[in-house]
């Protein structure tokens, strides 16, 4: 058996061996039948399709080995927060502020937040506490690396009221209104004010314009 580089390198050389045929069996079993087919080289569909699946396989392939090594299924979740963290924070190239954006309404949400008003956000809570309005993404994200790498700012998202934080496995949790308990690095933001036509920042931000 050898090092741990030597067996990344391995693993990086047969994920490109089988993305390379599986891109190519795609091409020739299915896309010459797709409407889409004559702008496939702008729109590259059969390669981020085939990523998509390697991806799934991948973490499908780590899930099924921990189960084999008798890791509670409840330890999956924390397993997987602390994985998202760690890279969360490796990616984060300004860590000595918080991040506060304004997001526009663009439909009625819950919690009788309406469209057309802005809802001031705390990015990436540290921390959260019971009363909180967070927004969490609307579905379920395909796979983690999937989630990981998302833009939050394509991401659709969802209100939810928290009701509890809590500690599990050394990760921060909260539990939603509605019974949902997820880990707190998960949660895409808190809301810190929502702001109405009828509030006199409104007009002082210019948002009538926005």
Not at 12 to 23: A, N, P, S
Not at 121 to 149: I, T, Y
Not at 201 to 208: M, N, R, V
Request: net charge positive; charged share 30%; with cysteine.
């Amino acid at each position: 058996m050898g090092g741990i580089s030597d067996n990344l390198e391995e693993f990086r050389k047969i994920t490109r061996k089988h993305y390379g045929k599986l891109v190519d069996s795609l091409e020739e079993k299915y896309c010459w039948k797709c409407p889409m087919h004559t702008t496939s080289p702008e729109t590259f569909c059969r390669e981020a399709e085939i990523w998509l699946r390697l991806s799934n396989a991948f973490e499908q392939g780590i899930h099924d080995e921990l189960i084999s090594r008798n890791i509670p299924k409840d330890s999956l979740e924390v397993i997987a927060a602390k994985l998202l963290e760690k890279k969360m924070k490796a990616e984060v190239k300004t860590p000595k502020f918080q991040k506060l954006i304004l997001l526009k309404v663009e439909e009625d949400m819950d919690l009788q937040v309406k469209k057309g008003s802005f809802l001031l956000v705390k990015e990436n809570p540290k921390s959260v506490k019971k009363d909180d309005l967070v927004l969490l993404p609307r579905v379920c994200p395909l796979s983690l690396g999937w989630f990981a790498r998302a833009s939050y700012r394509n991401m659709p998202l969802k209100l939810f009221k928290v009701v509890r934080s809590f500690q599990k496995g050394n990760i921060s949790y909260i539990k939603t209104e509605n019974g949902l308990e997820i880990p707190i690095v998960y949660v895409f933001g808190v809301v810190l004010k929502t702001i109405m036509e009828k509030d006199p920042i409104y007009s002082d931000l210019g948002l009538k314009q926005a």
